[in-house]
T-cell receptor, first 115, second 112 residues
Framework: DQQVKQNSPSLSVQEGRISILNCDYT??????FLWYKKYPAEGPTFLIS?????DKNEDGRFTVFLNKSAKHLSLHIVPSPPGDSAEYFC??????????????FGTGTLLAVQP | SQTIHQWPATLVQPVGSPLSLECTVE??????LYWYRQAAGRGLQLLFY??????ISSEVPQNLSASRPQDRQFILSSKKLLLSDSGFYLC???????????FGQGTRLTVV
């Protein structure tokens, strides 16, 4: 059962334009959301996060929007240079055992920024 | 600063052979540790997580096991590998609830 879904496996945008990556989730107990960027054969790197008590968070070129009623979040990247071409994962935090949280990842969206 | 080391980077193993992947974290204490797997065409699947020495939680039934013999060491093992165990394995850590996780560079495992 995929609790975090990225329905677009790939996305192509022109260099300098905005990239919008979408993510849907099913579990209303998720309370923290994150976006990661991943290059092939490397570990993911953290981009930006948002708490469930907020609906927007901005950090430089990255803005994340959260719509709790729709169980939907999106990542906006403005502008998009070719170096942004990578796989992007959204993740949601669910309380695990003890004091930890489990990060449940989506299926990923492969972003191609065309020069 | 904190760093996470994962090795080996690539591994080719025959079916039925054992597996041991190691992950260590430096520059922090009592981290939460995680093992993820990325299989072809799929997202990052959480396999195991640990909140402390000897404490392992398994997320999915599988042919793998995990151990945490020291505070900053996390090991992924198998007694007999299956073809379906092939994938890209990632170790990660974070410092607590609702904090970002930091990933190692991953191990590409191919079972032949």
């Amino acid at each position: 059962d995929q609790q975090v879904k990225q329905n677009s496996p790939s996305l192509s945008v022109q260099e300098g334009r905005i990239s919008i990556l979408n993510c849907d989730y099913t579990n209303s107990m998720f309370d923290y959301f994150l976006w990661y960027k991943k290059y092939p054969a490397e570990g993911p790197t953290f981009l930006i996060s948002i708490s469930s008590i907020k609906d927007k968070n901005e950090d430089g070129r990255f803005t994340v929007f959260l719509n709790k009623s729709a169980k939907h979040l999106s990542l906006h990247i403005v502008p998009s240079p070719p170096g942004d071409s990578a796989e992007y994962f959204c993740a949601a935090s669910l309380k695990g055992g003890g004091a930890t949280n489990k990060l449940i990842f989506g299926t990923g969206t492969l972003l191609a920024v065309q020069p | 600063s904190q760093t996470i080391h994962q090795w080996p980077a690539t591994l080719v193993q025959p079916v039925g052979s054992p597996l041991s992947l190691e992950c260590t974290v430096e520059g922090t204490s009592n981290p939460n540790l995680y093992w993820y797997r990325q299989a072809a065409g799929r997202g990052l699947q959480l396999l195991f997580y640990s909140v402390g020495i000897g404490q392992i939680s398994s997320e999915v039934p599988q042919n793998l096991s995990a151990s945490r013999p020291q505070d900053r060491q996390f090991i992924l093992s198998s007694k007999k590998l299956l073809l379906s165990d092939s994938g890209f394995y990632l170790c990660a850590w974070n410092g607590g609830k609702n904090t970002e996780a930091f990933f190692g560079q991953g191990t590409r495992l191919t079972v032949v």
